[in-house]
């Protein structure tokens, strides 16, 4: 994970990509046959999250099961094979291709879900409704 550099500073001391670094570490050292990761990519800078999507890459080829649970729907759909889509329920379950259809989307979104014309999505969960 590239964090060697780290060992003599406290935890607190670091900062939160450090810290997630840190914490995906401590996973990794126990040598999982599956990762369940939520939220990995919030909150980080693009270096974590690049270090974390190249782990993950890695890990796919050691055939670890990765499971993560995200809010970034463009990310999921362009990094990963599968996605699971849920709102208190399983909604949908495929590829990214399968999943990323406006029928599933507006059932996990509702009026929150805007698809762009390139394909991309956007859910603005700003306000709470009135």
Same mark, same amino acid.
């Given at each position: 994970?590239?964090?060697a550099?780290?060992a003599?500073q ?10 997630q670094?840190?914490?995906?570490a ?11 990761m ?11 999250q690049?270090?974390?999507?190249? !782990? =993950?890459?890695?890990?796919?080829a *050691?055939?670890? $099961?990765a499971?993560?649970a995200?809010?970034?729907l463009? &990310? ?8 699971? !889509? =849920?709102?208190?329920?399983?909604? *949908?379950?495929? $590829?990214?291709?399968e ?5 599933? &989307? ?5 009026s929150?879900?805007? !698809? =762009? ?14």
């Amino acid at each position: 994970m590239g964090i060697a550099n780290l060992a003599a500073q406290s935890i607190g001391d670091l900062s939160g990509g450090q810290q997630q670094r840190v914490f995906l570490a401590r996973a990794l050292a126990q040598e999982p046959h599956i990762l369940l990761m939520d939220e990995p990519f919030t909150g980080v800078d693009l270096t974590t999250q690049d270090a974390t999507l190249h !782990l =993950l890459d890695d890990l796919h080829a *050691a055939k670890v $099961t990765a499971m993560i649970a995200t809010h970034d729907l463009n &990310l999921a759909a362009d990094k990963f094979d599968l996605m699971l !889509l =849920l709102n208190h329920r399983l909604i *949908a379950f495929g $590829t990214p291709a399968e999943v990323m259809k406006q029928e599933f &989307l507006s059932k996990a979104f509702g009026s929150h879900l805007t !698809l =762009l014309g390139d394909g991309s999505v956007v859910v603005d969960e700003c306000c709470p409704p009135e």
